[in-house]
Structures are given as structure tokens and as C-alpha cells.
């Protein structure tokens, strides 16, 4: 379902910004989860970000409260990570996933089953 297409990573600087974008090769209802995953280096993969639109409920992970910023246009079946005040912690590979069976994002990201391919954040110290 989750597209490659628009999700750029990149490097940048301590306190710098970054916009991840992820485009569904299908149609994302309202009822979807979809969010943001990352892995850094030696690391378990981590869920960082998920929105159901349908109950407008949103998670993030604590180490990007505050600085992380989750969107999305399904018009577009499009979902958007803003990551701002970004630090070196934050270097990983960062995955846009869904799951299309639905669910509530207050508590977590669960279920995903449809993954995008990976890009590779850097951040510089």
C-alpha cells in the first residue's frame, strides 16, 4: 500500500528541520492507521508516529513529543512526518507503514501491515 515515492531523507544539522512525506498507492479512509517508524543503528525498530483520522487520535513516541509533528491529507493518501529541533538521536532509517484493518492511535501503533521502503535520516552534532 505505502509508496516510496516522496519520502526523502537526508542529513542535517542538530536543530535543523526535515519534512518526511509517504504517498499510499491506494485510497487511506479515515478509518486507517497510518504512521511513521524508524530504526537506528543497533537498534529495535521503534514506532515514532501514528494518526487515525477517524477518532482523531494521535501517538508519539516521548523522545519526539513536542518536536514531531504528524499529518496527513488522504484526499492525497498522503502521510506527512514534520521533524523539527531534530538531534543526533534521531538518525534511523524511517518507514511510512499503515494498517488498513483500522484502530485507535491513542495508545500506540499496532497492527501495521503495509510498510514503505526506508530512507536514512542523518543528523549531524
Known amino acids: 500500500l505505502m509508496s516510496a515515492a516522496g519520502v526523502w531523507g537526508g542529513l542535517v544539522q542538530a536543530g535543523g528541520a526535515l519534512r518526511l512525506s509517504c504517498a499510499a498507492s491506494?485510497?487511506?479512509?479515515?478509518?486507517?492507521?497510518i504512521g511513521w517508524f524508524r530504526q537506528a543503528p543497533g537498534k529495535g525498530r521503534e514506532a515514532v508516529s501514528c494518526?487515525?483520522?477517524?477518532?482523531?487520535?494521535?501517538y508519539y513516541a516521548d523522545s519526539v513529543k513536542g518536536r514531531f509533528t504528524i499529518s496527513s491529507d488522504n484526499a492525497k493518501s498522503t502521510v506527512y512526518l514534520q521533524m523539527n529541533n531534530l538531534k543526533p538521536e534521531d538518525t534511523a532509517v524511517y518507514y511510512c507503514?499503515?494498517?488498513?484493518?483500522?484502530?485507535?492511535?491513542?495508545?500506540?501503533?499496532?497492527?501495521?501491515?503495509?510498510w514503505g521502503k526506508g530512507t536514512l535520516v542523518t543528523v549531524s552534532s
Open positions: 507503514a499503515a494498517d488498513p484493518n483500522g484502530g485507535s492511535s491513542r495508545w500506540g501503533c499496532y497492527g501495521m501491515n503495509s
Open positions: 491506494g485510497f487511506i479512509s479515515d478509518d486507517y492507521q
Open positions: 494518526i487515525t483520522s477517524s477518532d482523531d487520535t494521535v
